[in-house]
């Protein structure tokens, strides 16, 4: 495994997913999940068989980032292992600025990526706290 390259991919795919969600970019958004994904949280779980699903999952939510007037979102890696030869499990901690560049509390995430050629997509996410 060549870390910094696997690190520079990571960061690069949370970038984009992070400004997809920010910028309510659901279609850039849907294109970061593999097909089928999941969210497993506490309380329940849910797949996503399409692209579709994931847009559909994501328009509340971004509303919600507009109302809350986030402008940006930054990750921050807690763990970072190589599960397979093409799946990583992430710890991530989600670190977001509003529109007066203030910083609002994020949440932190579990997620199990499949880095191929194609680039990097999230298999599933499960919210830690």
Request: charged share 20%; with cysteine.
């Amino acid at each position: 495994m060549d870390t910094s390259t696997d690190l520079d991919a990571l960061t690069d795919f949370f970038d984009r997913y992070g400004a997809a969600v920010t910028a309510g970019d659901i279609p850039e958004l849907a294109a970061c999940f593999a097909s089928p994904a999941m969210v497993v949280a506490d309380t329940y779980s849910f797949s996503f068989s399409s692209p579709a699903a994931v847009a559909l999952s994501f328009v509340g939510a971004a509303a919600d980032y507009q109302v809350r007037r986030i402008v940006a979102a930054h990750t921050r890696f807690h763990d970072v292992r190589q599960v397979s030869a093409a799946l990583v499990a992430v710890e991530a901690e989600w670190e977001y600025l509003d529109a007066e560049g203030r910083s609002v509390p994020g949440r932190r995430f579990h997620y199990l990526l499949r880095v191929g050629r194609d680039g990097v997509c999230i298999c599933t996410v499960t919210p830690l706290d």
